[in-house]
């Protein structure tokens, strides 16, 4: 029979049950040793502290120490609490953080943001009738009717907690319930027919966040459009939204040579009778006063990213073959010759644009993205300069051709040619995912663990932040890079280094920063190595510059697993 909980008990409670288990069954104690067999009979070797809190977790009739401990942390939360976190998880936020406002390092859109707000409303249904926002968002038909019926102004209400308006906050949400098919459009024309304001953006500071821009998605981080985001933007526009979302236009414009969002909103726009916006001056998400026009600035998007139909489409709606890119200032033309991007140069010159000019090391630039090897050869030997630069290998990895990395090698680039941040050629490698072009790289001997001047990171560590997981398992196998092998989780990796050197458990590849800080963000990961340094000597009693000790640290991560292992070995420790 399982054990219950009751109203004390609380995660905290049972971490130290578990490590008074655990010293218990060090300590020979028989009840203690039956207790955990009785869980997991035939457990042979010591139990580690992980494997007593899964028995414990067992005996409370979860299948996990993570689901006991999420069981708690919500029981423990107050309903001010629950509605906060469903607010905050249960929509796109591209970057902004709730609490400040401001865009920044935030986590990341995505499904398991909306899965969290979704289990939590399954959980605890009344959360959708706390408030207008909180009914919006999760599509309850009848509470938000409940709310402006007593209150029509509520309509326009910004929430206190990220400043959001109930439309805004619909346009927004990304749940998994079954209510937003039906009930998603219905809501929208509710607010709408009590005056909801269709352009009304974020807050003062994010105006150009409209709920259009939340309908269509996209965008750097590719957010998930709206389920119904084409009659969701059509009810908004025909209630008064701007067709020209000019923040809609640059998401949609960085990552498919798609047309389909541009053609719906200038139809939109012609039947205002305004398209001449789009060829006017350009609205500030597209470049502001520094570009020609809407049309323009989008055209450079275009043609840097090699998206052949969006720029045929946008010089057919006012685009001119002659523009500039905005970021770079160059002509478009210069973009499309120096990106090899040959059916691009096609269509501007079949729009008017020139030819360019290029340099001699823009000539060799433009022959690596065209696979033009004998201007390569003849270039590189009149000017072994051009062979010291980045650019070419840059535009290789862009363009995806590994096979001139190689005639660059050939040539005699090094394979450790860098920018003026030695950022080197793995490193931007590392960015890209390339594992082809890294692998020819160290075989040409490249240095596998270099630092970059800007950051402080080696290819390792930056393939890790940019999520470049097969570049990673690639790397790891080369790299002694202790602390970005941390980072990766590379536990086998790391016992090989360790069993070298075990001074390397308590080194600081950067000062005030031993291993022990540099746990992976996987919670079983971070247990385990953790576990790992801890067998070679790794102190948890060290404190960082920030005063923490590696306990603390990892606990203000998330990571209260490894912490409870690394408290229990400073426990032992003090006793040395």
């Known amino acids: ?224 459009p709206h389920p119904q985001a084409f009659a969701f933007a059509r009810l908004l526009i025909d209630r008064g939204a701007d067709p020209l979302a000019a923040q809609a236009l640059y998401n949609t414009s960085l990552r498919d040579d798609s047309t389909e969002w541009l053609e719906f909103l200038w139809a939109e726009s012609a039947k205002r009778g305004e398209t001449e916006r789009w060829t006017g001056p350009a609205p500030q998400a597209l470049g502001g006063a520094k570009s020609r026009s809407a049309v323009a600035y989008l055209l450079g998007n275009a043609v840097a990213s090699n998206h052949p139909r969006r720029a045929e489409w946008l010089l057919e709606h006012g685009a001119r073959a002659d523009d500039i890119n905005f970021y770079s200032r160059q002509p478009v033309m210069k973009h499309a010759v120096m990106g090899g991007h040959g059916a691009i140069v096609d269509l501007l010159v079949r729009y008017g644009a020139p030819r360019p000019q290029l340099t001699e090391d823009e000539v060799f630039v433009a022959a690596v993205a065209t696979g033009d090897t004998a201007t390569l050869r003849r270039l590189a030997e009149a000017h072994p300069e051009f062979l010291r630069a980045i650019a070419p290998v840059k535009v290789a990895l862009d363009t995806g051709r590994a096979d001139m990395v190689e005639v660059l090698l050939d040539l005699g680039m090094s394979p450790d040619v860098a920018d ?76 090989i280094l360790l069993t070298e050197e075990p001074d390397r458990a308590n080194r600081q590849d950067r000062p005030g920063e031993p291993a022990l800080f540099c746990l992976p963000d996987n919670q079983e990961t971070a247990v385990e190595l953790a576990e790992l340094l801890l067998s070679f000597g790794a102190d948890p009693t060290y404190r960082n510059p920030l005063g923490q000790t590696p306990a603390e640290a990892a606990r203000r991560r998330g990571l209260d697993d490894a912490a409870d292992v690394i408290e229990m070995a400073a426990e032992g420790w003090t006793l040395r």
């Open 1 to 224: 029979m399982s054990r219950t909980f009751s109203t004390r008990t609380t995660a905290d409670c049972l971490r130290r049950e578990a490590k008074r288990w655990l010293k218990a069954i060090g300590a020979g104690e028989a009840d203690a040793v039956a207790r955990f067999l009785t869980v997991f009979p035939g457990h042979a070797t010591a139990p580690k502290l992980r494997e007593v809190q899964h028995a414990l977790a067992r005996e409370h009739g979860y299948p996990t120490w993570a689901a006991l401990t999420q069981e708690l942390a919500d029981r423990a939360r107050t309903l001010e609490e629950r509605v906060r976190l469903f607010l905050e998880k249960s929509v796109n936020r591209y970057g902004t953080d709730p609490a400040t406002r401001k865009w920044g390092d935030y986590e990341r859109d995505g499904g398991s943001r909306g899965a969290v707000a979704a289990r939590l409303l399954a959980r605890h249904p009344e959360i959708a009738r706390v408030s207008i926002h909180t009914a919006a968002v999760a599509h309850d038909l009848d509470a938000v009717r409940g709310f402006l019926a007593k209150d029509p102004g509520l309509v326009h209400d910004r929430s206190d907690f990220d400043g959001w308006t109930p439309l805004a906050r619909l346009a927004y949400a990304r749940l998994p319930l079954e209510t937003v098919e039906p009930n998603a459009l219905v809501l929208a024309a509710l607010l709408l027919d009590a005056g909801a304001d269709p352009d009304a953006g974020w807050s003062d500071k994010n105006p150009e966040f409209t709920p259009l821009v939340g309908v269509i998605g996209d965008g750097e981080g590719g957010q998930a």
């Open 420 to 495: 003026d941040h030695n950022c080197r050629a793995l490193h931007f490698a590392a960015h890209a995912g390339a594992v082809a072009v890294a692998r020819l790289l160290i075989a040409r001997g490249a240095e596998v663990d270099p630092f970059d001047g800007r950051y402080g990171g080696s290819p390792l560590t930056h393939a890790v932040y940019h999520g470049q997981w097969d570049m990673v398992d690639f790397l790891a196998g080369h790299s002694r890079n202790f602390r970005g092998l941390c980072f990766a989780g590379k536990v086998d990796r790391l016992r």
